[in-house]
T-cell receptor, first 117, second 111 residues
């Protein structure tokens, strides 16, 4: 089945630094990838939709200059948290949908736990 | 009102019990319905997906959709301790680009 690899699984960084999270589709091409954020005991909140070769679409309230998304190839999307602050500490998860698939095509990465100190 | 409502629990049952998890939604554009299982600090894993109203069975899991009531359910038969996890309902419209999740229900199955 489709596999999405997400790295790193855990990162601790100092306030003011930037952190890059990678999401790779290992055995399929992903024309669309999605980035979610999840706070403890809460549901996944869609942050942005990333499309290969074009600008990401951000959900309302998500700062595009703070959460930079790049989808430069059909197998890789990156989320960079710029000038991270403690309130950015959260669990970030990506998902991908193989090109051409419809229902049931979402596969999730294993998530990245970001802690900003 | 949230688009998708799901009781966060927690829900605790003894091993072997039948578990019923539910979600309601308000957006009639939602056409595809999914249930995900998420273990602690892991990404969600797809369990079931359905499109039409009715039941879909897969092993010990049964997904039920009632579009007229905007209500979906997941039943787990003969629950096992390994079923202990958070269960999230999710749904999307026809374009399949706007998935929305419920809050997730934390389930514990006690041996």
């Amino acid at each position: 089945g489709a596999v999405v690899s997400q790295h790193p699984s855990r990162v601790i960084c100092k306030s003011g630094t930037s952190v890059k999270i990678e999401c790779r589709s290992l055995d399929f091409q992903a024309t669309t990838m999605f980035w979610y954020r999840q706070f403890p005991k809460q549901s996944l909140m869609l942050m942005a939709t990333s499309n290969e070769g074009s600008k990401a679409t951000y959900e309302q309230g998500v700062e595009k200059d703070k959460f930079l998304i790049n989808h430069a190839s059909l197998t890789l999307s990156t989320l960079t948290v710029t000038s991270a602050h403690p309130e950015d500490s959260s669990f970030y998860i990506c998902s991908a949908r193989p090109g051409g698939q419809g229902l049931g095509g979402y596969t999730f990465g294993s998530g990245t736990r970001l802690t900003v100190v | 009102q949230k688009e998708v409502e799901q009781d966060p629990g927690p829900l605790s049952v003894p091993e072997g019990a039948i578990v019923s998890l539910n979600c309601t939604y308000s957006n009639s554009a939602f056409q595809y319905f999914m249930w995900y299982r998420q273990y602690s600090r892991k990404g969600p894993e797809l369990l079931m997906y359905t499109y039409s109203s009715g039941n879909k069975e897969d092993g010990r899991f049964t997904a039920q959709v009632d579009k007229s009531s905007k209500y979906i359910s997941l039943f787990i038969r003969d629950s096992q301790p390994s079923d202990s996890a958070t269960y999230l309902c999710a749904m999307t419209s026809q374009n399949n680009n706007d998935m929305r999740f419920g809050a997730g229900t934390r389930l514990t199955v006690k041996p």
